[in-house]
């Protein structure tokens, strides 16, 4: 990847991908995850370890082929009785649907089930040779291919699922006799047809089983990531007039009849109602309720909860800020940690001073409440309940209900002055 970060750790849909492998295994219904890392990784083991706990990681070192890192899950295993499922990191689109045929077919008779896929451009990828019985007779990699089998176009994705015994027993007879040295995963099926024991080949769509090992890779694994979210959500009923421009996390969570216009981004923990969401907005980790709207060129960043029929608009930052119902925040401000009631209206301008240099404190604007533009409210305080905040002031003191603060000097005049002054600059140039 040449990358500083791990390749497992790089982000599709704003998720690690191997937090993404762990999720799929999950909702497969794998009841024991163990992640082989290699000791060259030790980020890869500390981030497997605080998802998962000491217990669910092992350490291959050194790195001798994909049937070794296997073999290094044997022992924490030894307890465990049921199918072993075989799944990479590096495969960020895989998800249960794609592992389920696998589980039908261990159901139906197979002593190992190997998911495959149909390439496109077959390339480099191991060839299943499917025997005339429709079991799967070997798996022959691209460089070891005759021309015959260089045809097919059937591919093996590397996941495979067996019985923990089965499985175990097979790489025991796995040999290192190869050009690198390696113990090769895909040797365990030409092991089982020699035992007699049934092979059977699944496949899932090649999207699916899509591997990245390059920064292009990556970036092909996320347009298809995007594309798949796009689907869904316009499938669901959600209006987006330039859906290609729009980007989303893996977990955003948008209600049908909602509209998203172009160019707006998601970050991870987004929660949308049937709202509105305007050209050039970034939210990330905030929740808007219906018929609210936000932007154009808004920003909502993690804690802002935006209410039913609020309005947060062009230039406007919020940060963890509950912005009630109805109430509106038009142009140019900055709310951070605090509330805006139901009704309040937050002029141009206006900025909650929520940080001190050591502490962040809180801004509270009550229901009804009318800030007036370039006003700065410095928290902590509390703005009472229909109460008015004059244009240009800076609130340092809480504000009654229903009171008027204003806080900017007396305003002065002097008659004639500005004619005054023109004609000294005039006479000066002239000079």
Known sequence: ??????????????????????DAVQAAGCTRIVVVAGAHSPEVARHAVARLGEGAVVIQDPPLGTGHAVLAARAVLSDFDGDVLVSYADTPLLDAAAFAPLFVAREAGADLAVLGFEARDPGPYGRLVIGEDGGLERIVEAKDASDAERAIRLCNSGVLAAPRGVLFSLLAEVRNDNA????????????????????????????????????????EAEAAFQQQVRRRLLDSGVTMPAPDTVMFSHDTEIAPGAVI??????????????????????LEGARVADRAIIGPYARLRPGADIGEAAHIGNFVEVKAVTVGAGAKANHLSYLGDGAVGAGANIGAG??????????????????????????ALVAPVTIGAGAYVGSGSVIT????????????????????????????KAGRKTR
């Open 397 to 424: 003191r809480p504000v009654s209900a229903d009171a008027l603060a204003v806080t900017r000097p007396e305003q002065l005049e002097k008659p004639g002055w500005a004619a005054r002054f023109r004609t000294l």
């Open 1 to 22: 990847m040449r990358s500083p970060v791990p390749k497992v750790l790089h982000r599709v849909g704003g998720r690690a991908m191997l937090d993404r492998a762990i």
């Open 180 to 219: 690198k040295q390696e113990y090769y995963l895909t040797d365990v099926v030409g092991l089982a047809r020699g035992r007699g024991q049934t092979v059977r080949a699944v496949f899932a769509p090649e999207t699916s089983v899509m591997g990245v090992n390059s920064q292009a890779e990556l970036a």
């Open 261 to 282: 216009e172009p160019y707006v981004v998601f970050g991870a923990g987004v929660v949308v109602g049937q709202a509105t969401i305007r050209a050039f907005s970034h």
């Open 350 to 375: 206006t900025i909650f001073c929520n940080y001190d240099g050591f502490d962040k404190h809180r801004t509270e604007v009550g229901a009804g409440a009318f800030i007036g533009s370039n006003s």
